[in-house]
């Protein structure tokens, strides 16, 4: 029985080194770097699709994003002609071709997708692209800006329309700022169109659509500017709709127009460029989410008269009144170095000042203007001072190597309760 | 495969343990691994992240956010192969991804409630369009010092659990094997104990069959060896029991049937011959000392089913020891004076010995063991009966001879019930085995010690009785008094005339 146990014995020994070597040769390859095995997650299978037909039709073509802030994705899937049935529009470039952009309309039949119908686009680079109903007949019209690429702040418009078998072109502009919206308030969509002559003037033209795009009215403004750097369109007033374009000058200074149509009629509200004079571009809009938009304007604080105003670091909003002009709104406390931005509380508004003494790198003191006292403080401090002051400043801001706090002496308190700084 | 038993036993038991525990090193090896890998990929993404958006805070931070290129320069900074990196704003709304299409809805998973709280946020769970399995971490990106987007990275862990699911896998295979392997090595192991077992119960089962010539055979070790060893030597000792027994019936009815022999022949004989006086009265003596010899027979073996059965009553006095040794001198005078032997009590004492116990039943002992010794004499030899008292409390009696002594084989059975040496010299072969429990019955011991052609000695120890006035009196008894076959007191009952003693 003992040999028999011991020829038992040498079998197995020889099986189980036999799988240990298996295993130890198989591990290899089995037990992987865990980041090799990540994976680009999957789309849907209809994106997949759409996606697996557009590349075969345009062959080696590249897929091209818009460059617009409001909506880079490249790949928009609405529905064009209002036949309840999606469509699918994409832009690509084939930059050995005389036309360099193309455009293409896919439409979702069944489980795939069928393309429909390619068009050409205008210039080297897609700025924009967007999908609004401005002809007024239901169906989205296809807006598309291109630029040479080149720096060249002058681009071209092209709106285009589908009708379910072709693409018909129905403007091709030059623009620098188009905005959409209904300024006429006629419950149909306007295209306004800003155009600049460089260092010159700039024209601001209102069209719309009837059977063709036609002129509403258009306004000159003498502005010698290079470009505007940011333009909204909105509610000026309760009742009126207008934009505002805000110029840039010098280096950084920077002012405001406010154009509104009136019966009819472009009008620009605000000719002078002292009443909106900012010393840092500051973005107009509706800061203060009322629906309503706002310029905004650079503020001396109390006790800062003599200082110059590229230090300044306040700034008042104003709303447009009908009959008095202007009307502060708000203010606003921005670190000129883009570190931070506070609202002043309203209770501050023209009775708390940001103390002459103040460095804007190192402490800020926000004082009352009749008796000095100190309502607030901010602070830079490094990392390792801020270890030793955190019980007491509240955190506003950090980076890498400091940390900015902030210490109320009242009740206020940052992003918290009724009275709040907020942000 | 294998027979219900302890092998059975053994081996499910060997298969239970190393199952639970393979399969414990398992689950902890699959929760490990899982979490490894888990841990590598969010370590890298967040890393990534964390790197990334301080590389952004510190170089690509623009401060126009109106810039057309904003979201394009953040995706390119941001960008983690294998990955799908969104920018988020705070609310969860998609403001720009790597895939080219538009988002749908806003993304609610936790990872970017977390990172809206200004946290790290890490999820896994299933993409709700494809329904695959993901991983998201998401960042707060701070601009202007405000925690403004979400940086989300989403990477498939489709491959990395098909990878574990494999590991799991193999690692279960691993542990298969290892328990294929155990369980045979068990199945060695059973069998080794069961064997054994199986070969003692074999050999058992026929020795309850009776046949109690075969033998456990094979060297086993500790508890099965002293198993098998046992069950042999109990095989061996019914068969000599059975021996002996067998060995009792023949001489019992050899040694019941003489004197019937004689006491019918005599009966015949006188029934026949003319009622001659002389010849009657010869003929009822044999008979009647015929008779005497047949009930000392069946006294004898009365006494021994007595002493079996634990019945023997011993009527208990005070008993003079060196008298009681006299008195059987006295018994066996005749006996050794027809073979010439001189039986002598030395005496090395100097008190009276006296014993508690049965005085007819200890002259019993004596008497059987003097008349063995006679019987095994020479003739014209010694007996000794030397009575010393080699340690307090007890008294030694050692009946030495000279004759033919006993084997070492024999020695060790002497004392058993039915045994004889020789069967022709008569006898039931009870006197010792009688004597023996006789004097354990007077919490004595009983010793032979022999050697074959030399001699025999039986040591009889006694314990003595607590002393009492008159005992402490000394008798002056030293030196010896030997009792010689001449100047004995003619003495008509010989050792087999026990019926005296009662």
Sequence with gaps: MKRVMKLIHKAWITAAAGSLLLVALSGCSIIKDPKSLMETPQLSSDKESLISVINAEIKGAQIIRPRDVSDISSIRTPDLNNDGVKEAIVFYETPDEAVRIHGMILEHEGDTWIPKVKFDGEGQVLETFELRDITGDGRLDIIAGFTSGEEDPQKGLTVYTYNGSEVENLLTLPYNDFLIDDLNQDGLLDLTVVTLKRDQNATVTVYQYNDSFQELDHIQLDDPIKEYYNSVSGNITPTLKGIVLDAAFGTHYAYSHLVVMKDGKLIDLLPSQDSTFKNYPVLSGDVDGDGILEVGRSEKPKGWETRPYDDIPLFSYFQWEEDKGLKFVMQQYMDLAGRFYFNFPKEWWGTVTIDPKSDQNEHLWFTKIDSGETVAEIRFFSLSEWERNKEDWELMARDNDKVIGFLSHTDLKINKGEKEIKR | ?502
């Design chain 2, 1 to 502: 495969m294998i027979k219900k038993g302890i092998g059975r036993q053994i081996v499910l038991q060997y298969f239970i343990v190393v199952f639970v525990t393979l399969f414990m090193v398992e689950v902890i090896f699959s929760l490990a691994i899982r979490v490894y890998y888990y841990d590598t990929i969010y370590n890298h993404m967040s890393t990534h992240s964390t790197w990334a958006s301080d590389f952004f805070q510190k170089f690509v931070r623009l401060n126009a956010e109106r810039d057309p290129d904003y979201f394009t320069e953040m995706l390119r900074t941001f960008e983690l192969d294998n990955t799908e990196l969104m920018i988020l704003n705070r609310k969860g709304e998609v403001e720009a991804s790597s895939n080219a299409f538009q988002a749908d809805k806003a993304i609610q998973t936790s990872d970017v409630s977390q990172a809206a709280a200004g946290s790290v946020g890490k999820w896994v769970g299933r993409q709700p369009s494809t329904g695959e399995m993901v991983m998201a971490v998401s960042t707060p990106l701070q601009v202007r010092g405000e925690n403004r987007f979400i940086v989300r990275f989403v990477t498939s862990l489709e491959a990395v659990n098909s990878n574990l699911m494999k590991l799991s896998l193999l690692s279960a295979a691993v542990c298969l094997a290892v328990l294929a392997l155990v369980t045979l090595f068990s199945i060695g192991l059973a069998n080794s104990i069961v064997k054994p077992i199986n070969n003692i119960r074999a050999v058992s089962a026929q020795m309850a069959k009776g046949k109690f010539e075969s033998r456990i055979k094979g060297n086993y070790r500790y508890e099965l060896g002293e198993l098998a060893a046992t069950l042999n030597y109990m095989a061996q000792e019914i068969v000599r029991s059975n021996q002996i027994k067998d060995d009792f019936i023949s001489s019992i009815s050899h040694e019941l049937r003489t004197p019937l022999t004689g006491i019918k022949g005599w009966s015949e004989t006188l029934t026949l011959g003319g009622f001659d006086p002389e010849e009657t009265k010869l003929g009822m003596g044999i008979i009647a000392k015929e008779t005497d010899r047949l009930i000392g027979l069946v006294e004898e073996m009365l006494d021994f089913s007595k002493l079996q059965q634990n019945e023997m009553k011993l009527v208990i006095s005070r008993v003079n020891l060196k008298e009681l040794l006299q008195e059987t001198m006295l018994n066996v005078w005749a006996k050794a004076e027809q073979k010439g032997i001189q039986v002598k009590l030395e005496d090395r004492t100097v008190q009276n010995i006296t014993v508690v116990g049965d005085g007819n039943r200890l002259k019993q002992v004596f008497l059987n063991v003097v008349d063995n010794a006679i019987k095994f004499s020479n003739e014209n030899s010694w007996i000794h009966l030397v009575v010393s008292r080699t340690e307090p409390e007890k008294v030694l009696v050692e009946v030495v001879d000279t004759g033919i002594g006993i084997s070492e084989e024999h020695l060790n059975k002497v004392k058993d019930r039915f045994f004889q040496v020789n069967h022709q010299g008569g006898g039931t072969g009870l006197g010792l085995a009688i004597s023996q429990q006789l004097v354990e019955l007077h919490h004595g011991e009983m010793d032979i010690h022999s050697e074959l052609g030399v001699g025999t000695t039986v040591s009889v120890k006694l314990p003595l009785a607590e002393p009492e006035e008159e005992d402490l009196e000394s008798t002056d008894t030293t030196g010896e008094s030997a009792v010689s076959a001449g100047d004995g007191p003619d003495n008509k009952s010989g050792p087999d005339k026990e019926g005296e003693m009662r």
